[in-house]
């Protein structure tokens, strides 16, 4: 996050847009190529040595051919995406990511087969840390876009170079006579996959296409930076919590129907503490944040950034409804509130964009998520009824510490810019403090139930009773 802000002050909102346009068009050739193998390998009951050793020919192969396509048609292409020559050269040379990432689709799927989670997570840190720091260093030397599309291609090589360490011996470079029973397996399972995961990339390319393709490179730049930079936190916080630790939780209780919908209940009133203040503060901090930490050539993307910043508001229900279809088997559930964000979507781009710019699409994006998300909640009514009404009355005392937070920092925004000079870090950060601390106040008068569950779990989670005892209230004290 820190580099990206750098980088973003370093940078005009074209360069990004640039990039940002031809990582579309890349990022769908990559669904191409990797053609569901990484999810084959990973799941294959037959010869594992034979199906790596499939999943790389075919891979590559196609890695290899699309690539060569891409480079040959980079300026169709990039009149496709509403761009040029300049756009156009950006494919070309960032095209080479294709072929680099296709090593890195094996090796990934065999680490990930033998539950080896550390290894995958020390390929990708160093790789997004040579990607922003060399992208950071040749930004300073005056690269421009260049430094952006060279740090990608570095930060990639890395990636491979780390996975193919981690995974040894390389059996997917062994020989193997063709078995059609092997490949044709891996194939059956990888089509499907495909399919799925192409839809899904169209869902969330969609609208960065159609500002692209109405607006230009710079208004891609500034579309960009605004969802990525509002929606990280909650995205990261949202992922990891409901699609790594959930999804098994609720497997496992997905009989006991009170249960599980006592712990779905539970997970979202947990991840709406969390989401709200930051959601409502990046949204009434923007014209003070955007500013100070980014640069005043980032200045036109805060009504998209604050649009932005109130979609998080719809995460916590949303993506929390996923891992239930999944434990119930009804994973059908999920593609349904697809189809239905798509059906509200598209006709809002075509709607809004015109009109308003990036603050339409921006808007198109957030209606479209709202829609679906009370369709989910309707869809999870079916399977635990009686959820519907919870849920929205469980979620109006964080709406209610939102806004008089929200209410708080806007009566004292101007008081602390005058004690703070002007708009500036002290003033951000002044700002920020006051809107923690009303946040944190009222949650503690209205949920005060809530936030010592909290501290409970987290205390047992990290076994910090095991070191310090009276960190536990007494009466857990006693149970053990």
């Known amino acids: 996050m820190i580099f990206t802000i750098i980088l973003a002050r370093l940078l005009t909102p074209e360069d990004f847009g640039l990039v940002g346009m031809s990582m579309i068009l890349l990022g769908f050739a990559n669904l191409i190529t990797e053609f569901g193998m990484s999810a084959a390998v990973v799941q294959t009951s037959e010869d594992v040595n034979k199906a790596a050793h499939y999943a790389f020919v075919i891979n590559m192969a196609a890695s290899v051919l699309i690539n060569i396509l891409v480079v040959i048609f980079a300026l169709p292409f990039a009149h496709v995406f509403g761009g040029g020559e300049e756009l156009a050269q950006v494919i070309r040379y960032r095209s080479i990511y294709i072929t680099i990432s296709g090593l890195s689709v094996v090796p ?33 030397m005056g690269f421009g876009v260049w430094s952006l599309v060279i740090g990608g291609i570095l930060g990639e090589i890395i990636r491979a170079v780390l996975l193919w360490s981690y995974e040894r011996p390389w059996i997917w470079l062994r020989p193997q006579k063709w078995d059609w029973q092997v490949a044709g397996s ?35 730049g500034l579309y960009g930076k605004a ?33 599980l919908t006592r712990a ?20 009434i901090t923007a014209p003070l944040l955007v500013p100070v930490l980014l640069g005043k050539q980032w200045l036109a993307m805060i009504p998209a950034w604050q649009m932005f910043s109130l979609f998080g508001l719809t995460r916590p229900i949303s993506v929390n409804s996923s891992p239930v279809f999944l434990a119930v088997g009804q994973p059908q559930r999920n593609l349904s509130a697809s189809a239905v964000l798509l059906v509200v979507l598209l006709p809002l781009l075509f709607i809004f964009v015109d009109r308003y710019d990036i603050v339409g699409a921006a808007a198109a994006v957030s209606i479209s998520h709202l829609v679906a998300m009370l369709f989910n909640v309707f869809q999870v009514n079916q399977i635990l009824p009686g959820t519907a009404r919870r849920t929205l009355l469980q979620s109006i005392p964080f709406l209610v510490s939102g806004g008089l937070m929200a209410l708080g920092v806007l ?15 002290w003033a951000l950060i002044m700002v920020i403090a006051a809107g923690a601390i009303i946040y944190i106040a009222i949650t503690l008068l209205l ?6 569950e909290i501290y409970e779990l987290i205390i047992v989670s990290l076994r910090l009773d095991e070191r310090w005892p009276r960190l536990l209230p007494p009466r857990l004290r006693v149970t053990k």
């Open 186 to 220: 891996i194939l059956k399972f990888g089509i499907p996959t495909f399919a799925s995961s192409g839809t899904r990339y169209f869902q969330d390319q969609v609208d960065t296409w159609f500002v692209g393709r109405r607006l230009g490179a710079t208004a891609v």
């Open 227 to 259: 969802f990525s930079l509002t929606t990280t936190i909650v995205s990261l916080l949202t992922g990891s919590l409901f699609v790594s630790v959930l999804f098994p939780s609720y497997a496992k209780i997905k009989e006991d129907k009170p249960r």
């Open 411 to 425: 009566l004292l925004q101007d008081p602390i810019l005058a004690l703070a000079g002007g708009p500036n870090v």
């Open 447 to 452: 949920q005060w139930k809530l936030v010592i």
């Open 264 to 283: 779905y209940l539970k997970s979202t009133t947990m991840v709406f503490l969390i989401v709200v203040p930051i959601s409502i503060g990046l949204a």
């Open 108 to 140: 990934g799927a065999l680490l990930q087969r033998e539950l080896r989670f550390k290894q995958l997570g020390l390929s990708q840190i160093p790789a997004e840390l040579t990607s922003t720091g060399g992208a950071i260093i040749l930004a300073l």
